[in-house]
């Protein structure tokens, strides 16, 4: 009788405790394959990255001497964007909010985070979207990181014409 009272203590203990020590690894091991994916990405497109970011689902490197962005997301499936900052013209963050009313008080739910490429060379602007509420709901500071990288972006794109006028 004690033999089976301990064998279900030990099993009990085994389920409670087994799933929290889990669910670490396996995103941490999630965690390495994306970064694993991005240093191979700035290697085969022989990027130096002085400015790296990592929030949430994403993975972004600046190069500010090649002066590209890579941008690594991992939603379902993995995404890899290049951005050629040199023919970028502008970019624009945008931040789109819903209001919803809880328990009488209106709060604002964040719903997508976007940054918007307008290029030199052709008329169709190009969307990068940092965070989408239908594809996760769960927010790391999204628009401080977004607006972080805009700054990063906006310092690149107006130092560029500059340099170019000098050259």
């Known amino acids: ?15 409670v405790f087994l799933p929290f020590y889990l669910l670490p690894l396996m995103q941490l091991r999630g965690n390495k394959k994306m970064s694993n994916m ?22 972004v490197g600046i190069d500010s001497a090649a002066q590209k962005l890579l941008v690594v997301q991992s939603y379902e499936e993995v995404k890899i964007h290049l951005f050629d900052l040199k023919t970028v013209k502008q970019t624009e963050l945008l931040v789109s909010n819903i209001p919803v009313v809880k328990n009488g008080k209106t709060e604002n739910i964040l719903q997508r985070v976007d940054i918007v490429f307008s290029f030199y060379t052709k008329e169709e602007k190009e969307i990068l979207s940092l965070y989408d509420y239908d594809l996760n709901t769960y927010q790391d500071f999204e628009v401080k990181n977004a607006e972080k990288l805009q700054i990063h972006l906006q310092r690149l794109v107006i130092s560029h014409p500059v340099i170019k006028r000098t050259a």
């Open 1 to 15: 009788m004690k033999i089976d009272l301990i064998i279900i203590s030990v099993v009990m203990v085994l389920l």
């Open 38 to 59: 991005f240093k191979n990405e700035s290697n085969r497109h022989n990027l130096k990255l002085d400015i790296k970011e990592c929030w949430n689902l994403n993975m």
